[in-house]
């Protein structure tokens, strides 16, 4: 092999294994070998493999700098993958060796190169997998390959959002496609209605396990169904209930197909229920037991995370309509239409009542969690309908609270001063307490620094994105001169971005727009703030919020402090949690399950600023970061939205504001800093993912493979 050959093999490697994706100096070295390549492709390695031209490869090889950085990265890849020292899972969880665990999700957020997530819970799916690789966790994810992603947004000059559907093309995806023993693309049907529905699987390198994806656009699929699977969250019940079919069965099919055997399935989500009649399906073929025999074994081997108590968050689906569709599962199931219906109804013999996919996981699984501890209560008073005779505090739903990959979100700046200040080996051993304690140790103005630093990166980001976008979308010369301008690096800086919807209040902050003016426009205490996020295709009220909010950013008064980026994406999510100050957080108590941006931000060094729901309900001690409302709920909604925007703007006028801008001479506020040190101290041990998934092998993971151990908490 010639060094250019070398180089070429090992960056093609590089490339078509996600764990680049959570390691800084991977994602450098590509950015440095073709900066357009890699901004043109949303930071996709394989674009910049792609792109390498004969020449290019032999200037590189002919460097030696840059042969010794590929050399590193490729070494510590191959290391990364076969370990030679025992994992965390081969420590605790050794029965989960020979079988992964069957991970189950209608999306996936591991990188923005990889559009098949629309927000959080594609994140967290992403930060599951990517933690279960580190851990050593045996793990197999399922999901769709959904060509046109979610959806770009735009918006034009009035605010209003503009969805636009792109297809990726194919061989840039770091997807290569299963084949069976001839040789040939692994092919698996799902019978639906009227006909077969054909689907190849796709498989995604993520670190030591894999991520497989079903395609539905293939010859021998009627037009109808090779778009299927095209669109994340598209269409109407009938297209969801066959993504759903997807998923469910073409997944353990595919599992099967590839000669993948489980320890146990989890559905993250009830979209993927499906999976467990098929299972059970297959089960009663193996033994020819009854479905009342084989549904305790595949209960007792399945665990069911839910992750909204907002009602239009469960799929529910017409009898007619599951009848069309599920009658081959019926079937071979020897079920009578109304046992097999009232796998998902709440009260079985209900005629009218529709086939929920909450109801048919709940049933079906042994092992069911909510997301964080106020959402295990609220579900559990939810739900109890389905356990007539437990009280509500003995309802079988327990709680693990979400967290996130740390190495995923924070900047490789903080990343640095772990490394320097915390311990070299901080990255592994991110669930003690004693460890994040050490953060106390650091400088006040050392902490700061970086941080002023992610700040500065941010106001540079934001404006070079809006600029862009300004003029994309044709505005004035006018508005893109300003957003060139917008911002001040030194500014005390708010972040907002999520979904929109309506809960979520975005607009919240806009309630009495003179207070508002006066907190952001004070020329000795600035305050900026930056929005992103989508409304869903469907929701107008929640276009409604956005166009608000946009118009807003838009209007003379506000438009250097409020702006507005378009297109949020994991992207957009790094560049904000990484820089901002402040995390605002407004739901409706308690309809945010968990969240999981707002522990993005405080490993950065970002406070929270948050109403008392999902995760920061039980993270909030008084002097980590800032509440609004006392979590008292009223019964009126009008009033509540009222009561949150007062304490809101309190909350910001008396405690945030003083506090920021209290600084010594060098510009360093001692109060704010204490209060991130505080922050990351106490919760940076607690949300993440390591400590996450550690609760899921133990609490279900390993009890599912018929370990036992210790029942959930609650
Ligand atoms: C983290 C993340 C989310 C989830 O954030 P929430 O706090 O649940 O709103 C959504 N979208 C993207 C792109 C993210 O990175």
């Known amino acids: 092999m010639t060094p250019a050959e070398k180089l070429a093999h090992q960056l093609y490697e590089l490339s078509m294994n996600m764990w680049w994706a959570w390691n800084p100096a991977v994602i450098k070295l590509f950015r440095d070998i073709d900066s357009d390549g890699f901004r043109a492709s949303k930071h996709n390695p394989l674009m910049v493999v792609r792109r390498l031209t004969g020449e290019r490869l032999h200037d590189l090889a002919g460097d030696a700098a840059m042969r010794a950085r590929v050399d590193r990265a490729y070494r510590e890849f191959r290391a990364y993958i076969s370990p030679t020292t025992p994992t965390w899972a081969e420590t605790h969880a050794a029965p989960l060796r020979v079988r992964p665990v069957a991970y189950f999700s209608a999306e996936f957020g591991i990188h ?3 559009p098949i997530y629309s927000g959080g819970l594609g994140v967290l799916a992403g930060d599951h997998l990517k933690t279960a690789s580190d851990m050593g966790l045996a793990l197999v994810a ?27 093309p194919t061989d840039y995806l770091c997807t290569t496609l299963k084949t069976g023993a001839d040789g040939k693309p692994l092919i698996i049907e799902v019978p639906l209605a009227h006909e077969r529905l054909l689907a190849q699987v796709w498989q995604v390198n993520v670190g030591r396990n894999q991520l497989l994806l079903l395609d539905t656009d293939l010859d021998g699929n009627s037009d109808e169904n090779r778009r299927l699977a095209a669109r994340l969250y598209f269409g109407d019940q009938r297209m969801r209930i066959r993504q759903e079919l997807l998923l469910g069965v073409g997944g353990i099919r595919a599992l099967r197909a590839c000669g993948i055997d489980w320890s146990g399935l989890h559905l993250n989500e009830g979209h993927s229920a499906f999976a467990t009649l098929e299972y059970a399906r297959l089960r009663m073929i193996e033994t020819g037991a009854s479905f009342a025999e084989v549904a305790q074994d595949v209960a007792q081997s399945t665990v069911f995370t ?4 907002v009602d239009a968050g469960h799929d529910r689906f017409p009898p007619a309509l599951a009848d069309e ?7 071979s199931l020897r079920l009578s239409r109304e046992d097999f219906l009232g796998l998902g109804r709440v009260r079985p013999d209900d005629p009218r009542e529709a086939l929920c996919m909450t109801v048919l996981a709940f049933k079906m699984s042994r092992y069911a969690n909510a997301v964080s501890c106020l959402h295990g209560r609220v579900t559990r008073r939810a739900w109890q309908v389905l356990w007539p005779h437990h009280r509500e505090d003995e309802v079988p739903v327990g709680h693990i609270t979400n967290g996130v990959h740390a190495r995923t979100w924070l900047a490789p700046a903080m990343q640095e001063l772990y490394s320097r200040r915390i311990g070299p080996d901080w990255a592994d051993n991110l669930t003690e307490p004693k460890m994040w304690a050490r953060i106390e140790g650091v400088l006040d103005a050392e902490l700061w620094e970086t941080h002023r630093t992610l700040r500065a990166n941010l106001v540079s980001f934001v404006r070079r994105e809006v600029a862009a976008q300004r003029r994309r979308n044709g505005h004035t010369e ?3 001169q300003a957003a060139t301008t917008a911002l001040d690096p030194d500014a005390l800086t708010i972040g907002f971005a999520r979904r929109f919807a309506t809960y979520k209040r975005a607009n919240l902050l806009f309630t009495d727009v003179e207070r508002l003016k006066r907190i952001v426009c004070n020329s000795d205490r600035p305050v900026q703030i930056v929005f992103a996020g989508k409304a869903h295709p469907a929701d107008q009220p929640g276009q409604e919020v956005l166009k608000t909010v946009v118009q807003a950013s838009m209007s003379l008064e506000l438009r250097t402090r409020i702006v507005f980026v378009e297109d949020y994406d994991i992207n957009v999510a790094r560049h904000l949690v990484q820089g901002v100050d402040v995390w605002l957080n407004t739901p409706r108590r308690p309809q945010e399950a968990s969240g999981t941006s707002g522990e993005k931000v405080l490993l950065n060094g970002g406070l929270n600023l948050s109403v008392l729901d999902g995760w920061w309900a039980e993270a ?3 002097l980590n970061g800032f509440a609004i409302g006392n979590g008292v709920c009223h019964v009126d909604v009008a009033e509540q939205d009222r009561r949150d925007a007062e304490s809101l703007y309190r909350v910001l006028e008396s405690e945030v504001v003083p506090l920021y801008y209290n600084q010594d001479e060098q510009g360093v506020p001692h109060g704010w800093v204490a209060y991130i040190k505080r922050a990351i101290r106490t919760l940076g041990w607690r949300f993440n993912t390591d400590r996450m998934l550690r609760d899921y092998v133990v609490e279900c993971y390993l009890p599912s493979a018929g370990v036992h151990s210790c029942a959930m908490r609650k």
């Open 112 to 114: 923005e190169s990889l």
């Open 306 to 309: 839910t992750h909204t108590p």
């Open 142 to 168: 399922v999901g769709l390959y959904y060509r046109e992603s979610y959806f770009r947004q735009h918006i034009d000059r009035e605010g209003q959002q503009h969805a636009e559907y792109v297809s990726a």
């Open 325 to 331: 569709h599920l009658e081959f599962l019926r079937q």
């Open 478 to 480: 006018e508005m893109i």
């Open 620 to 622: 909030y001690d008084g």
